[in-house]
């Protein structure tokens, strides 16, 4: 017989991870609606061709495929197949691909609805996303994310917007976190102050390794890319620069370059008049590998758990072009709950309250005290009370165990003594106190 399994990077569930995900979702849902975001949902599925192309040579070679139904072989080319010409046929055998992240939806999804839809459209969307990556600790093949975008606005004070967002969601969850925050435009700027602008992309991607190979990594990087001394020596000065006023003199010609200073500039003096609870700061060397970036981006990272960005995201100006929507600006940021679950996993800081769904169970002896706990069952649940009732009158010890095991914070015990004063004692599972109370002084004392 085989032995049950799931695929490498996907993992099962239960009730008590289900509820603690849902908390991190609820609460951030709350913080999206305060700023004004819709919620949204796209397809599992989107064609192949709406995802490939827009995530860079890397992420489309991550993209999960789908077989297309039956005989899924009879439009492959006989030549492509005698010389094994995956890529060619790939798109013959495969029409459809699993969703790699949830804006480019999100752009499809705006220019089939743009004449149903008012802009500046501010949507939120929480949704499970699938990547063909290594799996390793923080890195999964199935993941949810959970984003806001605006499109339809040029202004920066969305930037500003979503950095409120990404420092009030991660305070709610009780995550210290550094927002990092770079810009496309700096990167075209220092690629023209290197003399290398028509290598501007495969700069970026090798600075989008220095935190995993570093420095030496990044300048091999580079070298294969065909980039040549000089230009990585100035990369190297530049990259070495913490505050963003001083990249002024470097990019004195590069328009691109000093109009990504002006867009920080100004992004950073709206900050300055916000009580923020968490650190921003500027990261030159953050560069985002997505090809779609042309503005601001944003990683976040947890302070006390090392496991890579939690959040991530930046403005794209012409996402939707490539759909046949041009002039379109978005920006938008996503919060990686598979990471964020992880890290307060290691911290230990889910509220007590995310463990259990049941707020109260009732214990019974015998049939007469069933009886009398299923309607009082009743009566609590009507008052909104989350209630259940052990299905049988059993050995006090067995059902208490069963309380513990599903981390239940209140036991209602039911015997002759309580039947006769028309009472439960009430038990709290934490401190072990214990207290006789009418149905109605129960259904109080868990709803104050």
Known sequence: ???????????????????????????????????????????????????????????????????????????????????????????????????????????????????????????????????????????????????????????????????????????????????????????????????????????????????????????????????????????????????????????????TGLKGVEEFRTVVGYLKEIDLKNEVVFDITLARGLNYYTGTIYEVAAKDVKIGSIGGGGRYDDLTGTFGLKGVSGVGVSFGAARIYDVMEELDIFPDSTAAGTQLLFVTFDEASFDYAFNALQTIRKAGINAEIYPTPTKMKKQMKYANARKIPYVAVVGDNEMQAGEVALKNMQTGEQENLTVLDLVAKLTQ
């Open 1 to 255: 017989m085989q032995k049950p399994s799931i695929p490498k990077g996907t993992r099962d569930f239960g009730p008590i991870q289900v509820n603690r995900r849902n908390y991190i979702f609820d609460t951030l849902r709350r913080v999206f609606v305060k700023y004004g975001y819709q919620p949204i949902e796209t397809p599992v599925m989107e064609n192949l061709s709406t995802l490939t192309g827009k995530y860079g040579e890397e992420g489309d070679q991550l993209l999960f495929k789908v077989l297309n139904s039956g005989d899924f072989l009879r439009k492959v080319n006989d030549a492509d197949y005698q010389e094994g010409n995956y890529k060619k046929m790939t798109f013959q055998i495969s029409e459809k691909g699993l969703r790699y992240d949830l804006t480019i939806p999100f752009a499809r999804y705006v220019v089939m609805n743009q004449n149903d839809i008012a802009f500046p459209f501010k949507r939120y969307q929480i949704q499970p996303v699938w990547r063909g990556d290594r799996p390793q600790k923080g890195r999964y093949r199935e993941f949810y994310q959970c984003d806001v975008d605006v499109v339809g606005s040029d202004s920066l004070i969305n930037e500003v917007e979503l950095t409120q967002i990404y420092d009030e969601g991660f305070a709610a969850l009780g995550i210290d976190v550094v927002i990092k925050m770079n810009n496309r435009k700096i990167l075209t700027g220092i690629a023209e102050a290197a003399g290398i602008p028509d290598k501007m992309m495969a700069m970026t991607m090798a600075i989008d390794k220095l935190d995993k190979i570093g420095i030496d990594g990044v300048k091999d990087e580079m070298r294969r890319k065909e980039i040549n001394e000089t230009a990585i020596d100035t990369i190297e000065n530049i990259l070495n620069i913490k505050d963003f006023s001083e990249l002024e003199d470097f990019f004195k010609d590069s328009e």
